[in-house]
């Protein structure tokens, strides 16, 4: 069956580094790739996307990488701040579908 | 625009209770869909519909019914409540004009079941 992990255990980095999460899928060939930021007691929030034949994407201080052949996603947050204290979740997705498949997410921490 | 709303904000229901979850956007998106939260196990998707009068069925459809008469409206229904349905629910939507690929999300209703 499709199954996403993210890391379970929170992340925590010092305020001015760089996030690193990681997303790995096993049975799936996604079309695309999508991370979300979710604060305490509110919905999901759109931040990346990246495609199959897309290497990287970046937004800002967002990088998001994407390796079809590890089948992994590599998002990364650089110059980090506290306001960056979120849990961020990936979501795999089909072609013209809408359904999204989504892992648990990795919960990060930024301290001062 | 006020985006996707979803009322109520909290619910605690009996076992055997009914309810209905409401779900409402105001962004003409043809794509609505219905997902469960739970602890260490991500989002779920329950439900979903390509537009008004079509729905179908997700990952975890059993003791969900949905229905979709407007555009802009998709209720979830609760026919028979189960302590095993307290959740974080959450809808979404999102445009065919980007393919249905970004998906704007309501700030969810938790619901507990006694």
């Known amino acids: 069956s499709q199954k996403i992990e993210q890391n379970s255990e929170a992340l925590n980095i010092q305020e001015g580094k760089t996030a690193t999460l990681t997303c790995n899928y096993t049975?799936?060939?996604?079309?695309?790739l999508q991370w979300y930021r979710q604060d305490p007691g509110r919905g999901p929030v759109f931040l990346l996307l990246?495609?199959?034949?897309?290497k990287e994407k970046r937004k800002e201080r967002l990088k998001v990488t994407f390796d079809t052949t590890l089948k992994q996603s590599l998002f990364h947050i650089t110059a980090s701040q506290p306001a960056d204290s979120a849990t961020y979740l990936c979501?795999?997705?089909?072609?013209?579908?809408?359904?999204?498949?989504f892992g648990q997410g990795t919960t990060l921490q930024v301290k001062p | 625009n006020a985006g996707v709303t979803q009322t109520p904000k909290f619910q605690v229901l009996k076992t055997g209770q009914s309810m209905t979850l409401q779900c409402a956007q105001d962004?003409?998106?043809?794509?609505m869909s219905w997902y469960r939260q739970d602890p260490g196990m991500g989002l779920r998707l329950i439900h979903y519909?390509?537009?008004?009068?079509?729905?179908d069925q997700g990952e975890v459809p059993n003791g969900y019914n949905v229905s979709r008469s407007t555009t802009e409206d998709f209720p979830l229904r609760l026919l028979s409540a189960a302590p095993s349905q307290t959740s974080v629910y959450f809808c979404?939507?999102?445009?065919?004009?980007?393919?249905?690929?970004?998906?704007?999300f309501g700030p969810g209703t938790r619901l507990l079941v006694l």
């Open positions: 979501a795999l997705g089909s072609s013209n579908t809408g359904k999204l498949i």
């Open positions: 990246i495609r199959e034949n897309e």
């Open positions: 049975n799936y060939s996604p079309a695309y």
């Open positions: 979404a939507s999102s445009s065919n004009k980007d393919r249905q690929e970004t998906q704007y």
């Open positions: 962004m003409n998106h043809e794509y």
């Open positions: 519909s390509v537009g008004a009068g079509i729905t």
